[in-house]
């Protein structure tokens, strides 16, 4: 991981590393950390990011490697290594109903949602407004999915999502 935050650190000529808050588990914030693969420190919509992506970037985000820094969110427990993604403000703040009970468990660093659109940057850059298709298509899809797998969680089926994840 230090190899690749010299090299990120390289290729962006900023820290190799980036965290960004988050929502867990009873909406406790925290910071995700992931490595740096945008180019310039400041937040992008959808629209922006191939722009300022870095080729090492787009690297770390196509094989995933750019959140291999969530191990240390696992380690200090603000993570597990299956649930449902931990959503930013604008977001995870806007559940409701019965779609609240997503924020009863730890955030994974995978899990369904997360294996459906492994490929989502590459869904989003064809839509002519990724943002609103994000919002109104992907996001309450992941909403739901994330609800059925906290409502009928199960060991085995945590195990199936590690492996799906690594092969």
Request: charged share 35%; net charge positive; glycine share 6%.
């Amino acid at each position: 991981m230090l190899l690749i935050a010299l090299m990120v650190l390289i290729d962006t000529r900023e820290s190799g590393f980036y965290r960004q808050e988050r929502i867990g588990r009873n909406k406790k914030k925290f910071y995700l950390f992931k490595f740096r693969t945008l180019k310039g420190n400041r937040l992008y919509d959808l629209n922006e990011i191939k722009k300022y992506e870095s080729t090492l970037g787009r690297f770390l985000r196509k094989t995933k490697l750019n959140e291999l820094p969530q191990l240390y969110n696992i380690l200090i427990g603000d993570m597990s290594f299956v649930g449902p993604r931990p959503d930013v403000e604008g977001f995870a703040d806007q559940l409701e109903g019965d779609d609240k009970i997503i924020l009863d468990v730890r955030p994974g660093l995978t899990g369904p949602a997360t294996l459906k659109y492994r490929n989502e940057m590459d869904v989003l850059s064809k839509e002519e407004n990724p943002d609103k298709y994000n919002r109104e298509v992907i996001w309450p899809d992941k909403v739901k999915i994330n609800r059925e797998y906290v409502t009928n969680w199960s060991f085995k089926r945590d195990i199936y999502y590690l492996y799906k994840t690594l092969f």
